[in-house]
């Protein structure tokens, strides 16, 4: 099994851009989630999947934020327009059906936005 | 809401210096608490899962206890391999898809 696949491991941009994150998790899990992680607020859940559809999005920041899972192999977390203060590594993972909470990370995204 | 709070933040230990890390909860209706362990550059690593008071876990020099109130992360006869971060985290029943971090502590084991 090949994990929890994320692209790109790096993206550079400039403040306004648009950015898009991409994931891909492991065959055959119900769940995925979108994670932040910063040296100030530690690590954030964002926003959770159950069977390709949002749970629960309570901790995307704003509205420049959005994320879609169009079928069970792949999800995107978009930035639109990004900023500086968005720097960060976003982190994708995925877990199998309800009563195994034990979840799989992929490698993340480093984030900066100049 | 969940809470989960770690420390200390940081801890160095020389080369076989036994040591406990610490990780205080607050859930409604636990379904489990878990350690991962993140080395620099990578995605954290499931090491434990604990699901109720007095429940004890074990993998190699690493020994995980659970409380109502806390878990505690026992490093016996630490190795510089084990030097990483280590994060606790907790899934809840009113919201029992998601799991909440704490900060992590930072190891680093001396050689």
């Known amino acids: 099994d090949a994990g929890v696949i994320q692209s790109p491991r790096h993206e550079v941009t400039e403040m306004g851009q648009e950015v898009t994150l991409r994931c891909k998790p492991i065959?055959?899990?119900?769940?995925l989630f979108w994670y932040r992680q910063t040296m100030m607020r530690g690590l954030e859940l964002l926003i959770y999947?159950?069977?390709?559809?949002?749970?629960?999005d309570s901790g995307m920041p704003e509205d420049r934020f959005s994320a879609k899972m169009p079928n069970a192999s792949f999800s995107t977390l978009k930035i639109q327009p990004s900023e500086p203060r968005d720097s960060a590594v976003y982190f994708c993972?995925?877990?199998?059906?309800?009563?195994?909470?034990?979840?799989?990370f992929g490698s993340g995204t480093q984030l900066s936005v100049l | 809401e969940d809470q989960v709070t770690q420390s200390p933040e940081a801890l160095r230990l020389q080369e076989g210096e036994s040591s406990s890390l610490n990780c205080s909860y607050t859930?409604?209706?636990?379904?489990?608490l878990f350690w991962y362990r993140q080395d620099p550059g990578k995605g954290p690593e499931f090491l434990f899962t604990l699901y109720s008071a007095g429940e004890e876990k074990e993998k190699e020099r690493l020994k995980a206890t659970l409380t109502k109130k806390e878990s505690f992360l026992h490093i016996t006869a630490p190795k510089p391999e084990d030097s990483a971060t280590y994060l606790c985290?907790?899934?809840?029943?009113?919201?029992?898809?998601?799991?909440?971090f704490g900060d992590g502590t930072t190891l680093t084991v001396k050689p």
């Open positions: 859930v409604s209706g636990l379904r489990g």
């Open positions: 065959s055959g899990h119900d769940y």
């Open positions: 993972a995925s877990r199998p059906r309800q009563g195994n909470e034990k979840l799989f």
């Open positions: 999947f159950n069977n390709n559809v949002p749970i629960d």
């Open positions: 985290a907790v899934a809840g029943g009113t919201n029992a898809g998601k799991s909440t």
